[in-house]
């Protein structure tokens, strides 16, 4: 009999599909639980259980009903939350809802960070725009959204303010009261993803981000792994997320963090509960042929992962950045740019007509180029070419009439 695995996911998009496929191939009865109304008959098609993440006791409930499982995995930082209430009641291996809590929440996660002794910038929470920074520059955070969104930098009273507004405008619909801030940490800015088991960290991959990330706004562009980094400083950055996994309380299953690090050491920005979200997980491979679905999957089930390596050589993707607001009108130059050496694949997501918007109030990138080569610097380069032969096509978007 075919063991089963639940997954939780916002909505489906490419990574549930992926996370779908790979179950099809290890042969794993995959149960897709999503957040939708349950009175709708599957509006998507996809059969998945509807859970309504806002208040998901009911729809953990009808998740009894389904089971039993052997595991289960969350993609998103909302489904991790869901995923973990939902673990407890199945009797399923994930780390407990108050530290998935903890790390979905910026504050309580510098909080926690703090009282183990971590490096932590000046924090507090702020719910007035009078209410200003101790010092500048700080950095203006949303307590919840993920990627980068809403997060802004100030250097000044001015900037604060317009900060301040901007971000409680686009958490509008959050009913958000407060907002996050805190000193700015310069330094470089790194990734890890990993597997948590029995509160014990495994590194999968340690991605570089060659691009300056000092604001205005933070968003991300190339991942590359393995990391260029001295071993000791790859070693300080392992025992840091170690660190901030005991102090969040998560015990199993995979994590994406965040940090950076400058003369003073290792500063942890976050510790996510689930894996390096959308396209990007297609960079990673591991042999023979192994996706990073596979190994969380196998994760979940219980099985050992512990042998588990980077397939040879440098593995990098970019999120393509979205230059300005606008209405999607196609691409040209695609081919062109998937021909160059290096260049494994471009995919691009945003769809004629759709409207885009950029950080800090976007949530999407026009698409990913992954690329392979001998060393980072030819991952970087390959990277930044194929980047510059796309030619983005947007119109402006018209008006909203009210």
Known sequence: MSKRVLLLAATTGYQTRMFADEAQRMGLDLVLATDRCHVLEDPWGDSAVPV??????????????YGPFDGVVAVGDRPALVAAQAAVALGLPFSPPSAVLA???????????????????????VADSSDRASA?????????????????????ELEFVEAFARIMKLLESEKATSLQVEDFIPGREYALD???????????????KPDPLDGPFFEETIYVTPSCEPAEIQQAIFETTQR??????????????????NESGVWMLEVAARPIGGLCSRVLQFGPKASLEHIVLRHALGEDVRDTRLAPGSHGVMMIPIPSAGVY????????????????????TAKEGQTLVPLPEGASYLGFIFARAESADG??????????RLRFHLSKALPVVR
């Open 52 to 65: 309504r993440f806002e208040d998901p006791a009911a729809g953990i409930e009808s998740l009894i009903e």
């Open 103 to 125: 790390a979905h929440n910026k504050f309580l996660a510098r909080e926690h960070f703090r009282k183990a002794g971590m490096l932590t910038p000046r924090y507090r929470l």
């Open 136 to 156: 500048y520059p700080c950095v203006l955070k949303p307590l919840t959204l993920s990627g980068s969104r809403g997060i802004i930098r100030a250097n000044n």
């Open 194 to 208: 990993g597997l948590v088991t029995g509160g014990r960290l495994q590194v999968l991959a340690l991605f570089d």
């Open 244 to 261: 901030a996994v005991v102090a969040l309380g998560l015990t199993q299953g995979p994590i994406h963090a965040e940090m950076r690090v």
């Open 329 to 348: 009108a196609g691409v040209e130059g695609v081919d062109a740019a998937r021909r160059l050496d290096g260049i494994e694949d471009i995919v691009i």
């Open 379 to 388: 991952v970087t380069l390959a990277l930044r070419e194929s980047h510059s």
